[in-house]
């Protein structure tokens, strides 16, 4: 399975950006995908994750109400909306796939993007 994110940016606070995580390589449909982000000198944390057929899906509480994930399985192909963006959203935010259900833990995915870096300016 490989993995692409696209759409990162900079932006001001309070702007909006879509991430698009296009995965390629099996069967889209078999696998949860969740997006992680890592700012300098932190660990990587889960954001958001969404399962093979996008009936259960989970937000970071630091998120919730402003990010929204989403799948399109004909276009092999997750999106993450950021909206109301704050500069402690700034980070590098990777996609990572794994078999059907959805975790938080980075160690349960096992396969990865590359990552797009977000900067939100104050």
């Known amino acids: 399975v490989q993995l692409q994110a696209s759409g990162g940016g900079l932006v001001q606070a309070g702007d909006s950006l879509r991430l698009s995580c296009a995965v390629s390589g099996h069967t889209f449909s078999s696998y949860a995908v969740g997006w992680f982000r890592q700012a300098p000198g932190k660990e990587r944390e889960f954001v958001a994750g969404i399962s093979w057929n996008g009936g259960i899906i989970y937000y970071a509480d630091s998120v919730k109400g402003r990010f929204t994930i989403s799948r399109d399985n004909a276009k092999n192909t997750v999106y993450l909306q950021m909206n109301s963006l704050k500069p402690e959203d700034t980070a590098v935010y990777y996609c990572?796939?794994?078999?059907?259900?959805?975790?938080?833990?980075?160690?349960?995915?096992?396969?990865w993007g590359q990552g797009t870096q977000v900067t939100v300016s104050s």
């Open positions: 990572a796939a794994r078999l059907h259900s959805i975790v938080a833990l980075t160690t349960a995915y096992g396969y």
